[in-house]
């Protein structure tokens, strides 16, 4: 229902921000990535999530869309609610917790307080497919950057063959010679696709 607010930054602390929006202070909570995002400046926007309880009507505040969404996605998991959601953003940004949740990774989501092993798998097994789909995440992409690599597949996929198909020998054969040549890798998948 409300989207964002913006207005005058009243009051800030690690855990919430007071806004004044044409005369009406509201309370947002946020995390301590957004915290760290905001600017001490007196005009301030931030992206609301509004949760409607039987006892409380309680607003949410993101300094990016992106967070908001993770906020959302991490809050449909069974067993997590508002406040661990909070938690897990302030221990982690929200791309690491993306990242973490894309790749399975249970010790890292398992390391945030409050979280346990059964938790921290069911959030992995509920959210991988949306976060993949999402982001657009490749699974098979952790995040090492090799250049050689990239220059080979693209080289590749200018010649015509599939990415996925090219990508997976061109992994064969660098797990075989890490320090290959871009026209090694290239000469290698060649013959082998």
Do not use: W
């Not at 908001?68 to 998991?77: C, G």
């Not at 997590?80 to 929200?94: E, F, H, K, Q």
């Amino acid at each position: 229902m409300i989207t964002h607010i913006q207005g005058k930054l009243v009051e800030k602390n690690p855990t919430d921000v007071t806004i004044d929006c044409n005369g009406v202070g509201y309370l947002l909570h946020i995390s301590l990535h957004t915290y760290s995002k905001i600017p001490d400046q007196e005009n301030l926007k931030l992206y609301t999530h509004l949760q409607v309880r039987e006892d409380a009507h309680t607003l949410y505040g993101f300094s990016s869309i992106s967070e908001r969404e993770i906020f959302r996605l991490l809050i449909s998991v069974s067993g997590i609610g508002a406040n661990t959601a909070r938690t897990m953003l302030s221990s982690l940004t929200p791309k690491q917790v993306r990242e973490g949740i894309a790749t399975g990774d249970v010790a890292l989501i398992q390391s945030i307080k409050g979280i346990g092993a059964k938790t921290a798998q069911r959030v992995i097994l509920d959210l991988k497919d949306k976060i993949l789909k999402v982001y657009d995440i490749d699974e098979l992409s952790a995040p090492q950057s090799n250049t050689n690599k990239d220059e080979a597949l693209s080289a590749l996929e200018v010649l015509g063959f599939n990415k996925k198909q090219a990508e997976k020998v061109v992994d064969k054969i660098i797990s075989d010679q890490p320090d290959a040549s871009v026209e090694s890798l290239i000469k290698e998948a060649l013959k082998k696709l």
